[in-house]
């Protein structure tokens, strides 16, 4: 899994994953999470749209940022999320919790 | 699972490693099998007959009381026959497992907390002796130095709770796995508890099950290598740690009991993201329900220069909770609902937090030549002008709202991160100090599949002195409950019916205490004075009550084939005030929120201090001798009319004691004088029952 964080102004920031966020990757990832956060970028979105496999502590990890961001005062949003990633959130009632955004750009202006 | 000849034939060369009743060649089982479900059929027909002629023809409603008590109580048995009879319709002994991959990645966490150092050791050691490649872990809730500087001297990992948790809830045992869960990346994980030493196969003779991507955990039986023959406290529990989780087996219902079981991670993390969502949506709506009481409550709690203060941000308050409400309703995910409420909170607190700064910043700049106050008159300047500041200030804990601690708390549960909680992800369930059970039945729940492999794999220490082994029977039976009132299975979503009944079985097994009670005294009661229960000791009462007990034996003899199943008998009654204990502390503690309580006792083991902890029994025990002896003596001097009923009462009364006798066998057991594993098996299980360690109940 790759992951590349791109920070914008007033504490926005995209975190860009690529690869599967799974049970090896996935303590990484909330890592980066908590990172963002700390270093004051607390508005995260997490675009999904080149990941290409996602597991239950892949899910895990997202909703570790998200309590990450939440407690900072901000929010943790998802957006591109594909068909794999979609069907893990729903099966685990996760898309009762989580917005899916289409684009980015949705996700920002969602703020 | 099927096999093909070849593999049988292979199987058949290793059976003599699994347990006995199990050996048996194909036919064999078949064949157990087929008579098995003979008798379950034979013995639920007699059951059946006999309980319709109670109900119908034989309440002796002179004696009401006794006589509605005793029909209960054997309605209560009935019903149990039927849970054990349908468990042990799919009766399935699996034979030899499949062989691993090859290429698994394991992780083996050993759960300790302030056991003794050593005890550990020899875990850890047999741990990172199993063949198959693993990574091996110490998860210290004690946090000891000792034990930090053994795990690293062995070569095992060592993990403790991350700063996250401190002021949050340990969830014990729970806790202390799904701590280490975050921590480490195995595809799979083995539960130890500390003192369940492991055999070098373990991991290859289990991690074949999971070739089925639907299991999310084999688990194996605990065996206890300290029992002295005659097993005083009943420690051992062949017969659920062999054909009742078999049974279960059979229906996709095998129970996880904590130790000594592998289980798959993304199972657990799944369950743990849906209890996690399920939660959020039940607290979060929660919240909103009860909010409006909240808000009114701490309305009319104001005082008139705190209402000038503060109403219009309860008003404010009042709308965003009727919007959220709305929008929830609309179906709107969790997150934006609870975003947006978070912001019209926050504005609304806002408004008070600006108005308090202000007031402050002028009554500092009336007081003359004052040089500090002039510098935080300044910074007050500045942070009124601080937009995050101000959020931060007017945020959820530090809203001047929150001063009320009922709106304090609705502003912390309608959000997303679970502040109440260490994490919010929990995958080993919390809700029951029998966190075990609660996982297994999420699991199912949730579609995954479970297995019982029937082959000693690890053994460990059970306790050596009646109060412990009080202690940890009380747990087990207080979680069980727990669960049955938190999370019924008779209505838990996503389980077949089957499953429902088989962990409904055991929690219903848990209720004896108070049928044992009517058991107990019926006798006594005839004795003494002549309350007769059923109109007659008729000869149609033989005809019909003698075959159904019969048939009932003889099934629990051909299920029980080959294990010492006398004990467990003996203290499924002779443990009934535990029983009851159990069941009225676990009511009170999820219904009236009590803490569960201890079998508190003095800890040093003196002649006298164990009899106190069986006061109740003793009692029950000098009633019934003394009932026999009455009741001989009048039959004896020719007194009595009804020499039957005295003559099967008495028989009766003499079983009782039979049962009850167990219990003074274990209070006058004295363990041979001080053996090292003795020391160590009792400062384990004193510290690991307090802290909610586990296993299976009894039957």
Not at chain 2, 91 to 109: L, W
């Amino acid at each position: 899994m790759q992951a590349t964080i791109e920070s914008q102004q007033d504490g926005h920031a995209v975190v860009r994953l690529a690869g599967r966020l799974d049970f090896l990757s996935s303590g990484e990832a909330r890592q980066r999470f908590v990172e963002a956060v700390a270093s004051g970028q607390r508005a995260l979105v997490v675009d999904l749209g080149e990941v290409l496999f996602i597991d239950s502590s892949g899910l895990g990890a997202l909703i570790g940022g998200l309590k990450a961001a939440r407690q900072a005062g901000g929010d943790l949003r998802i957006a591109r999320a594909g068909e794999q990633a979609r069907s893990v959130l729903s099966l685990t009632s996760l898309d009762r919790v989580f917005r899916m955004y289409d684009t980015v750009d949705d996700a920002l202006a969602a703020f | 699972m099927t096999m093909t000849p070849d593999q049988r034939r292979i199987s058949l060369a290793h059976r003599d490693r699994l347990l006995p009743g199990d050996r048996a060649d194909e036919a064999g089982l078949r064949a157990r099998l087929w008579l098995i479900r003979l008798l379950i059929v034979v013995a639920t027909l007699l059951g059946a007959n006999y309980l319709v002629w109670r109900y119908a023809a034989s309440i002796n409603w002179a004696f009401w009381p006794i006589a509605l008590a005793l029909l209960a109580a054997e309605t209560y048995s009935f019903i149990d026959t039927c849970l054990f009879s349908l468990t042990m319709w799919r009766y399935r002994p699996r034979g030899e497992p499949p062989a691993p991959r090859g290429d698994e990645t394991v992780d083996i966490f050993i759960t300790c907390y302030n056991e003794p150092i050593e005890l550990v050791r020899e875990t850890v050691r047999a741990a990172l002796a199993i063949t198959f490649p693993h990574r091996t872990y110490v998860l210290d809730d004690g946090r000891s130095p000792e034990m930090r500087a053994m795990a690293m001297a062995e070569g095992a990992g060592y993990i403790v709770r991350t700063e996250e948790w401190s002021g949050h809830d340990y969830h014990a045992k729970a806790g202390n796995v799904n701590n280490a869960l975050f921590q480490t990346d195995g595809e799979f994980l083995l539960i130890l508890d500390a003192d369940q030493v492991p055999k070098p196969a373990i991991l290859d003779r289990t991690l074949g099950y999971f070739h089925d991507p639907r299991v999310a955990f084999v688990q194996t039986p605990q065996w206890f290598k300290n029992v002295p023959p005659g097993d005083p406290f009943g420690s051992q529990a062949p017969l659920f740690y062999g054909p009742i989780q078999q049974g279960k087996d059979g229906w996709n219902a095998a129970f996880f009991c904590g130790s000594n079981a592998i289980l798959r991670r993304e199972a657990l993390m799944q369950s743990g993201v849906v209890g996690y969502a399920r939660g959020l949506d039940r607290r979060v709506r929660r919240a909103l329900a009860i909010s409006g009481r909240v808000l009114r409550q701490a309305d009319q709690r104001l005082s008139p220069t705190q209402r000038a203060r503060f109403q219009p941000t309860i008003r404010e308050l009042q709308q965003a909770i009727r919007d959220a409400r709305e929008d929830l309703g609309a179906g709107q995910p969790l997150q934006e609902v609870t975003w947006r409420f978070q912001r019209r909170a926050e504005q609304a607190a806002r408004a008070v937090v600006v108005q308090d700064l202000a007031a402050i910043r002028d009554e500092l700049a009336d007081l003359p030549g004052l040089d500090p106050g002039m510098a935080l008159e300044q910074r007050l300047s500045d942070l009124l002008d601080d937009e995050f500041a101000l959020s931060a200030l007017a945020r959820r804990e530090s809203s001047p709202l929150a001063a009320i601690e009922t709106v304090r708390a609705l502003l912390m549960a309608v959000d997303v991160d679970r502040a109440d909680e260490a994490i919010p992800i929990m995958p080993v369930a919390t809700i029951s100090v029998t966190e075990d059970m609660a996982t297994a039945m999420q699991l199912h729940s949730l579609g995954w599949r479970s297995v019982f492999h029937h082959e000693i794999l690890a053994e460990g220490l059970a306790p050596e002195d009646l109060r412990t082994a009080l202690q940890q029977r009380l747990r087990w039976a207080q979680g069980t409950v727990q669960v049955m009132l938190r999370d019924n299975p008779l209505l838990k979503r996503g389980l077949a019916p089957v499953q429902r009944l088989m962990y409904f079985a055991t929690m219903w097994s848990y209720l004896s205490g108070f049928v044992a009670v009517v058991y107990l005294v019926a006798p006594v009661l005839y004795l003494f004075f002549g309350w007769l229960p059923v109109k007659a000791y008729s000869s149609e009462f033989f005809l019909r009550l003698v075959p159904y007990l019969v048939a009932n034996q003889l099934l629990f003899i051909v299920v029980g084939w080959g294990i010492p199943t006398w004990r467990g008998q003996q203290y499924s009654l002779a443990l009934f005030p535990l029983w009851i204990r159990a069941t009225t502390s676990a009511v009170a503690n999820v219904v009236f929120k009590r803490k569960l309580g201890f079998v508190v006792t003095p800890k040093t083991r003196q002649a006298g201090a164990s009899f106190r902890l069986i006061v109740p029994q003793l009692v029950v025990m000098a009633a019934l001798v003394a009932a026999v002896i009455y009741g001989l003596a009048r039959l004896a001097l020719g007194l009595a009319n009804d020499r039957l009923s005295i003559t099967v009462n008495v028989a009766w009364a003499l079983y009782d004691l039979v049962m009850l006798s167990a219990i003074i066998g274990a209070a006058l057991y004295e363990p041979p004088a001080s053996s090292e594993l003795e020391l160590l098996a009792d400062g384990a299980l004193t510290a690991a029952t307090e802290h909610g360690r586990h296993g299976a109940g009894l039957r």
